[in-house]
């Protein structure tokens, strides 16, 4: 007898183990798959590297009149048919949250550079700690490393749009 009842619990576990494993694919918020997510990331890093080079302009978001860095990110995801919000807070609350190790190519990283806000400054993750992005009057945009003391001590947070 106790060997059918130690029988019937194994049972119910498997059982319940597989009714979880079938539940969290229910879950997933995925907008796209991945493959639509891969080429979509990839059109991002492609358009955002086009404007390498393009000066910076506090509100802008052409590469004839210049980019501020959400004006960046924003117009390299309208390229590839994807609609972010303008500016970097607004970016920031509508990506989904990430830890920095699970950074991957596309995603958005946010920093701190002005001290009355949580978050004033956004760029585009291109894989091994380089980033791209418009950074301040006077300058380019270019590609920085997340490992320069400056970058790294600002660092606020990730964020995944695809």
Do not use: E
Not at 2 to 16: E, H, L, R, T
Not at 20 to 40: F, I, Q
């Amino acid at each position: 007898m106790m060997n059918i009842f130690k029988k019937q619990q194994i049972s119910n576990i498997f059982a319940v183990i597989a009714f979880s494993l079938v539940l969290s694919g229910c879950g997933s918020s995925a907008k796209y798959k991945s493959g639509k997510t891969s080429a979509a990331k990839q059109s991002v890093i492609k358009t955002a590297k086009r404007m390498l080079g393009v000066k910076y302009r506090y509100g802008g978001t052409s590469p004839n009149r210049g980019f501020d860095c959400s004006g960046l990110v924003q117009y390299s995801h309208k390229a590839a048919g994807i609609n972010l919000p303008r500016t970097t807070s607004q970016q920031f609350k509508a990506a989904k949250r990430i830890s920095r190790r699970y950074l991957k190519a596309g995603d958005l990283v946010f920093f701190k550079t002005v001290v009355s806000r949580a978050v004033s400054h956004v760029g585009i993750y291109l894989g091994n700690n380089k980033f791209i992005h418009a950074p301040s009057s006077g300058k380019r945009v270019k590609i920085s490393s997340m490992k320069d003391r400056y970058w790294r001590k600002r660092f606020t947070g990730a964020r995944r749009v695809l």
